[in-house]
């Protein structure tokens, strides 16, 4: 419902069961619907309140990633929904325009509620945004990207440490979909990608290697497009790409294989069929937004993180009842993470970052702008110049973690509060 910059929705977690695989019913959650959940759309400046009902036979929670919020509306894994309870959050959207997504947060058992579909995305718009194609299911299309490993009774394999990643799956749903394909109407069209995969990463191009225009990632859009040919997109991260079409070609939005481990594979992911017409778009605005780009002071505050193997960042394993790290509110910082394990990436609630160098260069392309993820492979050293909240709460914190939910789960993540 929408009146004068009030938005109202009614999220209720339940359970049910989805055909995927022809004739084979696979037991699913979603919010809504038996899989994910609806796309919520908003606009800067509305305030927004929610009424989520869980439906389920255990507790869950609702996390709004991306989302810059009071800490006591962040969903985590503090903000705990009982079985048969309705929680009900409300802030103001005071962010720019960006793809946010919602997904449970239950310390230990995230990897197994987002697995089973509680996931939807969540999309800001602004004044700027709106300039861009936005006939959402038309020009504007959302896609959330999982890999998922389905038994041969239908059911999922949910063997969540089955590699030292987690779950990895050999078969893709694209909105819930097995084997896609869209009808494309327009000569030009905007993607929202999600990847909402436990553990997968995602090298995304097409199949004739034609090049589209980067928007935007995780927090919002960039200065201006940027022209690419792939990107890599690993859990959790969002990005918006335009791709235009002739009439009547095909291709198909691909994940070309990548080194071993999370970005392994190849994977078809949506074949694309134009129309013999199209209809015709507005050229993109050379300037996507004014938006500044998040920098930092000189002689800034700089936090230090360590990722190793699966299940602790510094060496410390998440304690629900630690706080490790104490934020000024509205305060800038250099977060300088260091991998010296596994594959991981990393995602800080509350904030936006700009990625200011990977092993002491500039991030490539498909990472500029703002994020709020960041994939950081085994090797690598990445600093992070951070945006934080402005809710003052020294008693609720917020997480840091890697975005692989088998490690989340396992204790790959921090608390911070901010003051
Ligand atoms: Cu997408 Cu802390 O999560
Ligand atoms: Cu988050
Ligand atoms: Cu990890």
Redesign the pocket.
């Known amino acids: 419902t929408d009146s004068e910059g009030k938005k109202h929705f009614t999220l209720t977690m339940q359970s049910g069961s989805t055909e995927f695989l022809e004739g084979k019913q696979t037991p699913t959650w979603g919010i809504n619907g038996s899989y994910l959940g609806p796309t919520l759309r908003v606009s800067r400046g509305d305030q927004v309140s929610f009424d989520v009902i869980n439906q389920l036979n255990e507790t869950s929670t609702l996390h709004w990633h991306g989302m810059r919020l009071p800490a006591v509306m962040d969903g985590g894994p503090h903000q705990m929904i009982e079985a048969g309870a309705t929680w009900e959050p409300h802030w103001t959207i005071e962010q720019p325009a960006a793809t946010t997504w919602y997904h449970p947060h239950l310390h230990g058992k995230t990897a197994q509620h987002v697995y089973r579909g509680l996931a939807g995305l969540f999309i800001v718009e602004d004044e700027e945004s709106k300039k861009l194609p936005s006939e959402y299911g038309v020009n504007d299309i959302p896609m959330i990207i999982q890999d998922k490993l389905i038994k041969g009774d239908g059911s999922f394999n949910e063997n969540m440490s089955m590699t030292p990643?987690g779950l990895l799956g050999n078969q893709i749903l694209v909105n819930g979909t097995y084997d896609p394909y869209l009808e494309i109407t327009a000569s030009q069209v905007r993607f929202r990608l999600l990847n909402g995969s436990n553990a997968r990463a995602y090298n995304i191009g097409f199949s004739d290697n034609r090049s589209f225009y980067l928007l935007g990632n995780d927090a919002g859009l960039l200065p201006e497009p940027v022209l690419l040919d792939r990107l890599l997109l690993s859990p959790g991260e969002r990005t918006e790409i335009v791709v235009e079409f002739e009439p009547g070609e095909e291709t198909i939005l691909h994940s070309f294989a990548g080194k071993d481990g999370i970005e392994n594979g190849e994977f078809d992911l949506v074949k694309m069929i134009a129309d013999t017409s199209l209809s015709a778009s507005s050229p993109l605005p050379n300037h996507l937004t004014a938006e500044p780009l998040i920098d930092v002071p000189e002689n800034v505050k700089v936090r230090k993180f360590e990722?190793t193997t699966?299940s602790a960042i510094n060496g410390k394993e998440m304690d629900m009842n630690r706080i490790d790290e104490v934020i000024p509110a509205g305060a800038r910082e250099i977060w300088e993470i260091t991998n010296k394990g596994?594959?991981?990436?990393f995602h800080i609630h509350d904030a936006a970052f700009t990625v200011m160098d990977k092993n002491g260069e500039l991030p490539p392309l498909y990472e500029r702008g703002r994020k709020d993820t960041v994939f950081i492979p085994n090797g690598t050293t990445v600093r992070l110049a951070v945006d934080f909240g402005s809710y003052p709460d020294p008693d609720t914190p917020y997480m840091y973690h890697?975005?692989?939910l088998y490690?989340?789960d396992s204790g790959?993540m921090g608390q911070f509060v901010i003051v």
């Not at 596994?342 to 990436?345: A, R, Y």
Request: charged share 25%; with cysteine.
């Open positions: 990643f990722l699966k596994w594959d991981h990436n890697c975005h692989l490690h989340e790959m």
